[in-house]
C-alpha cells in the first residue's frame, strides 16, 4: 500500500486485503504517516513526504543490483531498460534513505519482497497522484512492475483505488476533457465520427479543459459559466480564497447536487438532484473496472429529479429538444453500441451476473479480471510497455525558516471529502478537526494539546486546534479537510499543480504554526 | 491485530509493565518501533505471540496481585490481541483476580470433592477466623493429599500447602501449618509418585 490509507479511505476494499494478509500475503504500507493502514502492516515505511520516485527508483536499483529482474520479460514486453538502468543508477541504497529517510535495510527488504513474491500488487492513490510530480511518481511504480513482471497476470498488478464509487464510471462514460465514452479520443477522427453518427450532431474536435484548465480560463475571463454537477469546488479546492475568488467572477453559475453545498450557496440555480445510489436506477463502476447495476429504492424527495430528466429538459429549453424520453436501460443499451469495452455488458448481463469488468467486447465475452496480459503473449500483443525515466523533484511548497513545517492533508474513516455527506450524522468517532504535531514540535514551539494557534502558510491563515501525536514523525504535520466550515484547511495547502493531471499537490504545503496573539508561552 | 481500542482510565504500574515484559520475553511486543520511520508489525509476528496472552495474566496476576484494567490493555497492546478476547480469557480461571486485591496472600482452599472428604470446608472455616483471605477453590491436583492448599501471593511465587505422609498415612492440614507456610514462605515439599500400570506406558514429558 503506497500513499494510500485504505483503512480509512477505501474500508471495504480493505477488507479484501486483509483477507489477502490472513491468508499469508505479506503487506507493506509506505506513507509519511503511521495511518491505521500502517497498523496492520508487516513494515511500515516512513518515508519524507514527496520522495516517491526516489524511493521508486532505490527499489530498482536494488532489485536489479541483486539480479532479482525479470529479464525475459523486460527483453519481450518493454522498451527503454538500458536507460533506466543507467538513470536510476545513482539511487543506491545509501542515497535513498538519505533522500527518503526511511532505512537502507527496510528499502532493501521492500526490494526483495516485492521482488522474489510469486504475485504482488502495488495499491495506491491521493499519497501517490496528489503531488505535482504525480503523473511521474505513478510512473515510478509502473517501472517495478515491469522490472519484475508483476503485471499483466492474475494477482499481480497495479491497483489505483479510486476515490468515490463511480469515478471510474465518470471517466469511463466520457466526462473527462480528452475523452469520449469509453476512453476513445476525443481528438480520435474517426471515434468521434463514429459518436457523432450515433448522437446525431457535431463534436468539437479539440479537448476542452481539465478542472485546473478551467479555473486557469476564469482568471482569463475566458470561462464564464459552470455548470457543477456533484463537485464542491468552494471547499475542495486548493488554495480556496484564490478559487473561490474565480468562481465569483462568473456570469452564470448552475449547481446540480444532492446537498446544498457551499458551492451551490453562491450558484444562481440550484438542480436538486436524485441521490444516485438510492433513487436511480443505473450503472456504476469500481475501482476493479466492474461495471454495477445500481437501483432506485425510494423515490427522490421534494423536486429533486432524476438527473438524467433534468439534462434532458435543460437540452429542450436550449433548442435540443428531441433527444426523447429513455430509460437508463435505453441509454445503457445506446451506449454498448459505441463503446467497444462495454460491448457485451447487456442489461441483462449486468443483472444476471452481479456486474461485469471491462474490457467486455462481446456478449460471450466473460469480462476482463486483470488488463495488460497482452504483455506475457509471444510475441507480445501490441506495443512494448516502456520504462519511464522520471526525476525526483520535491514537493513545490518548500520548506523555509518562516515556513518550517511540512503539512499534509489526510482523511478520517467516518467522514467524507469536503463533509457534506457526513457532517449530518453524529459519530463517536469524528475526528480529524485537529492540527496534529509531533511531541517534539510541540515542545520547540511552547505548545500544548488542545491549544489553539495560527497556521499560516504562504497562501492564507486560519486557527486550529492543536494535537499532539506521540511518534508523528518530526517535522510533519497533518489534518483532515472534512470540516471546511471549521477548520478550513484549503486556505492553506498548496495549488501546485501537475501540469500533466491537472491535480493540486495536496499533500505537500509548507506551513508555520504561532501561538494566538496575547498567549504566553 | 491493529484497530484496537484501549479502555481502560488507568495506565499499568511500572510492576505490571515489568512483569508483562518478563513473560513476554525472548519473543518481545509484536510491534517493533526500529527507528521513527520503520516500524514492524502484522499478523505473522501477532500469531505467533498469541500464546504468551496466558503467560502474561500469570505475571500481571503474580506482580500486582490481580488483573487491573490498565494491566490488561498494556499486555494486549504489547500483543496485539483485542482486551475483550483477553478479558474473556482473564475471567474465565478462578486464579485471576478482577478486584484490587484486599490482602497480600490468598489461600485458596479446594472443596471439591476429594478434600471435601478430608474436611476442607472446616478448615476454610478455620483460616476465616485466624484472618486469612480465603477463597473456595475449583480442584487444585493433589486429591490424594488433601485437603489441598494454594497460598496466591502478589509478587512472589504461589505456595502449596497440603497433608504430609509422615508413615502412618496422610494427616491432615491445620490453619497453623498454613500460617507457618506462608510466614516461612514454604511449600510443602512436592513427591513424586510411582509410575503405576503397565511397563509399556511412557510418560510423555516435553510435549508443547
Not at chain 1, 476513445?184 to 446525431?200: C, S, T
Not at chain 2, 485437603?147 to 490453619?175: C, E, F, K, N, W
Amino acid at each position: 500500500m503506497w500513499g494510500s490509507n485504505a483503512r480509512n479511505a477505501h474500508p471495504i476494499f480493505f477488507h479484501h486485503a486483509l483477507r489477502g494478509v490472513a491468508n499469508g500475503a505479506r503487506m507493506w504500507v509506505i506513507d509519511p504517516r503511521r495511518t491505521g493502514t500502517a497498523k496492520f502492516a508487516d513494515h511500515w515505511l516512513g518515508l519524507n513526504v514527496g520522495s516517491d520516485i526516489g524511493l521508486a527508483h532505490g527499489m530498482a536499483r536494488e532489485i536489479i543490483a541483486a539480479g532479482l529482474q525479470n529479464d525475459e520479460f523486460i527483453a519481450n514486453a518493454t522498451t527503454g531498460y538500458e536507460e533506466y538502468v543507467s538513470f536510476i543508477e545513482p539511487w543506491t541504497l545509501e542515497h535513498t534513505s538519505a533522500v527518503t529517510g526511511v532505512p537502507a535495510e527496510a528499502i532493501r527488504d521492500l526490494a526483495h519482497g516485492y521482488a522474489m513474491a510469486d504475485k504482488a500488487q502495488i495499491c495506491w492513490t491521493l499519497g501517490i497522484t496528489e503531488h505535482h510530480t504525480g503523473v511521474d511518481n505513478v510512473q515510478s511504480l509502473c517501472n517495478l512492475s515491469l522490472l519484475t513482471g508483476h503485471v499483466g497476470r492474475w494477482g499481480s498488478g497495479l491497483v489505483p483505488l479510486r476515490g468515490q464509487n463511480n469515478v471510474q464510471g465518470g471517466g469511463d462514460m466520457g466526462a473527462l476533457p480528452n475523452k469520449l465514452t469509453g476512453f476513445q479520443d476525443v481528438e480520435d477522427d474517426e471515434a468521434r465520427a463514429k459518436f457523432e453518427v450515433a448522437w446525431g450532431c457535431t463534436i468539437p474536435s479539440d479537448n476542452g479543459w481539465n478542472l485546473t484548465q478551467m479555473f486557469e480560463a476564469m482568471g482569463r475571463d475566458e470561462l464564464k459559466a459552470i455548470y457543477c454537477i456533484g463537485e464542491n469546488p468552494v471547499d475542495s479546492e486548493a488554495d480556496a480564497t484564490h478559487a473561490r475568488a474565480l468562481l465569483d467572477r462568473l456570469d452564470m453559475l448552475v449547481v446540480q447536487d444532492v446537498f446544498m453545498t457551499r458551492t451551490a450557496e453562491i450558484a444562481d440555480v440550484v438542480f436538486p438532484a436524485a441521490l444516485g445510489w438510492a433513487e436511480s436506477d443505473g450503472t456504476v463502476t469500481n475501482s476493479e473496472r466492474r461495471v454495477q447495476r445500481m437501483r432506485a429504492a425510494v423515490p427522490p424527495p421534494g423536486e429533486a429529479r432524476q438527473e438524467v430528466d433534468i439534462i434532458n429538459d435543460l437540452a429542450a429549453a436550449m433548442g435540443d429538444d428531441d433527444w426523447g424520453q429513455f430509460t437508463p436501460e435505453q441509454l445503457w443499451e445506446e451506449l454498448r453500441t459505441v463503446s467497444p469495452m462495454h460491448g457485451g455488458m447487456s442489461w441483462e448481463r449486468l443483472e444476471a451476473e452481479g456486474g461485469i469488468q471491462w474490457p467486455c467486447p462481446t456478449e460471450d465475452h466473460p469480462g476482463s479480471s486483470f488488463l495488460h496480459g497482452r504483455l506475457w503473449e509471444r510475441p507480445v500483443g501490441g506495443r512494448r510497455a516502456p520504462f519511464s525515466c522520471v526525476e525526483d523533484r520535491p514537493p513545490l511548497d518548500e520548506l523555509s525558516d518562516e515556513y518550517p513545517l511540512r503539512l499534509t492533508t489526510v482523511r478520517a474513516l467516518d467522514s467524507y471529502n469536503t463533509g457534506v455527506q457526513t457532517e449530518h450524522f453524529a459519530s463517536p468517532i469524528r475526528t480529524g478537526e485537529a492540527l496534529s504535531i509531533s511531541t517534539s514540535d510541540a515542545e520547540a514551539l511552547g505548545l500544548v494539546d488542545g491549544e489553539r494557534v495560527t497556521v499560516s502558510s504562504r497562501r492564507g491563515s486560519i486557527t486550529m486546534t492543536i494535537e499532539v501525536e506521540e511518534h508523528l514523525a518530526v517535522g510533519l504535520c497533518h489534518t483532515t479537510f472534512h470540516f471546511p466550515e471549521t477548520t478550513d484547511i484549503n486556505q492553506i495547502t498548496s495549488d501546485a499543480v501537475d501540469p500533466k493531471s491537472g491535480t493540486a499537490e495536496f499533500k505537500a504545503a509548507a506551513i508555520r504554526i504561532d501561538k494566538l496573539v496575547g498567549a504566553h508561552a | 491485530m491493529p484497530d484496537l481500542y484501549f479502555g481502560a482510565t488507568e495506565e499499568a504500574t511500572e510492576a505490571e509493565r515489568t512483569a508483562v515484559a518478563a513473560a513476554i520475553a525472548g519473543f518481545g511486543a509484536v510491534t517493533i518501533r526500529e527507528t521513527e520511520r520503520l516500524v514492524h508489525a502484522g499478523r505473522t509476528r501477532t500469531r505467533e505471540r498469541r500464546h504468551l496472552l496466558l503467560p502474561a495474566l500469570h505475571a500481571l496476576q503474580r506482580a500486582a496481585g490481580w488483573i487491573s484494567p490498565g494491566g490488561l490493555d498494556h499486555a494486549c497492546a504489547e500483543l496485539e490481541v483485542p482486551p475483550a478476547e483477553a478479558y474473556g480469557v482473564a475471567s474465565f480461571y478462578h486464579l485471576f483476580t478482577h478486584e484490587p486485591p484486599t490482602a497480600a496472600d490468598t489461600v485458596h482452599v479446594c472443596d471439591d470433592v476429594a478434600c471435601r472428604l478430608f474436611g476442607a470446608g472446616g478448615l476454610i472455616d478455620e483460616l476465616r477466623a485466624e484472618g486469612h483471605h480465603v477463597k473456595a477453590s475449583p480442584c487444585l491436583g493433589q486429591c490424594e493429599r488433601g485437603p489441598a492448599i494454594m497460598v496466591q501471593r502478589t509478587g512472589s511465587p504461589d505456595l502449596t500447602v497440603t497433608a504430609v505422609d509422615d508413615g502412618a498415612g496422610y494427616g491432615s492440614v491445620t490453619p497453623a501449618e498454613v500460617a507457618v507456610a506462608i510466614a516461612e514462605k514454604i511449600s510443602t515439599a512436592s513427591v513424586t509418585l510411582p509410575q503405576a500400570g503397565s511397563s509399556d506406558l511412557r510418560l510423555l514429558a516435553g510435549w508443547a
